[in-house]
Every structure is written in C-alpha cells, then in structure tokens.
C-alpha cells in the first residue's frame, strides 16, 4: 500500500528559503504526477506544482517564481521528491501536502493519495 | 489565471439533502472532482469524473455536472458529513491544477 509523508523543518525565517520532502514508500514513483499543495490556517487548497517521474514540471502560475520541484529515485522501496520556496514571507505559512496524482480514464489527472500534511511557519 | 467558485457555506438538517455547487468555465470541458476535508485532517477524494464515487464512499455522495456548473449532492446529509469541501478540476488545457474557495458544511 503505498503511503505518503512530508518531512522538512516546521519553522523558517522571512526571506530564506522552504525545503520539504515527500517519501513514496510501498510503491513505485513511476508513472505518475506528484504534487504539493498548501493550506494557509483557515484558508482553501492552493495548487503548488507538480513533477512527473521523468523530471518535467509545472506549477502554480503566482508561485512559479519561487518555486522548484524535483524528484529523487532510489533503487530501494523508497522514492522521495522535493518542494523548494525561495524568499518566504508570513504569507507562505501552511500546511504543505504531497499527494498522487491518478489518471482518470478520460486522461485527466487528480489527487487520489494525500501525506499527512505538515505546518511550516514563517517568523523570525 | 483560471477560478472555481463555491459558495462559503451550506446549512442542512440531518436526514435533509445537501446541494454544493461549483462554477468555473472550464467545467464545460473538463471533469470536475470532489474532496471531503474534515477538520485537522487531509482532504478525501468523495467524487471523481463529476460522477463517480470512489469504493467505501456511502452512496449518499452523487455529483454531476451541466455546462459551466458541477454539483455534489450529499442525499440524506449525516452530522458524520459535516466538513469543508473542494472542488478541483484542470484549466482548460489540463496543465494546471485548481481548487475551489470550499464551502463549509454544517449538519444540525
């Protein structure tokens, strides 16, 4: 049964850069869309990016700026890819989830495996 | 940049049906896909294809969809139901990912 979790510091300052990983354990990383996605407190889902397992990437117009996606394989059951937000501000506090993205028979793509999530907050 | 809209809110009673509805104008050619998210917890998939309800979600969950408007239909609404929900769907050339506002279901 393949299973999520976001690991990463839980506290960054103003102006540094957010790393996060996502461990795939139980299942290939192959063949899919992975994704992050955000959720100020008390706010909506916000759509960070997404990679493919070959590398290729795209993401959120208003955060493309910053952000960068990548993906690391591994010859062992784990497989991890990575979320990397350069110059955070208090806004880009939130909870930060990966998650599967599936391919419905119609070929479009959505979320049908989430991590847990986990709360980044940015202060000095 | 490309929106889904959902009202803020929806108050039902239990035992009532509960309508949620979406709009965004990509909905007309693309599918629109539902999650549950109840507090302090990740979101769950509850309707996928505008119709289609994943294995282990009660039958009460139905969606459909006509023109620009995609609609999650929670018959009989359960005080279990009560969370925020999403819709998500592509834009229109499927690249990028979006999320509604969510609207807050109240069973009581």
């Known amino acids: 049964q393949v299973q999520l979790q976001e690991s990463g510091p839980g506290l960054v300052k103003p102006s540094e850069t957010l790393s996060l990983t996502c461990t795939v354990s139980?299942?290939?990383?192959?063949?899919?869309?992975w994704s992050w996605i955000r959720q100020s407190p008390g706010k909506g889902l916000e759509w960070i990016g997404y990679i493919y397992y070959s590398g290729s990437t795209n993401y959120n117009p208003s955060l493309k700026s910053r952000v960068t996606i990548s993906v690391h394989t591994s010859k062992n059951q784990f497989s991890q890819f990575s979320l990397k937000l350069s110059s955070v501000t208090a806004a880009d506090t939130a909870v930060y989830y990966c998650?599967?993205?599936?391919?419905?028979?119609?070929?479009?793509?959505?979320?049908?495996?989430w991590g847990r999530g986990t709360l980044v907050t940015v202060s000095s | 940049s490309y929106e889904l809209t959902q009202p803020p809110s929806v108050s039902v009673s239990p035992g009532q049906t509960a309508r949620i509805t979406c709009s965004g104008d990509?909905?007309?050619?693309?599918?629109a896909y539902w999650y549950q998210q109840k507090s302090g917890q990740a979101p769950v998939l509850v309707i996928y294809d505008d119709s289609k309800r994943p294995s282990g979600i009660p039958e009460r969950f139905s969606g459909s969809s006509s023109g620009t408007m995609a609609t999650l239909t929670i018959s009989g609404a359960q005080v279990e139901d009560e969370a925020d929900y999403y819709c998500?769907?592509?834009?229109?050339?499927?690249?990028?990912?979006?999320f509604g506002g969510g609207t807050k279901l109240t069973v009581l």
């Open positions: 139980g299942g290939s990383i192959s063949s899919n869309y």
């Open positions: 998650a599967r993205e599936y391919s419905s028979s119609w070929g479009y793509w959505y979320f049908d495996l």
């Open positions: 990509a909905l007309a050619k693309t599918y």
């Open positions: 998500y769907s592509t834009d229109s050339t499927g690249n990028h990912r979006v």
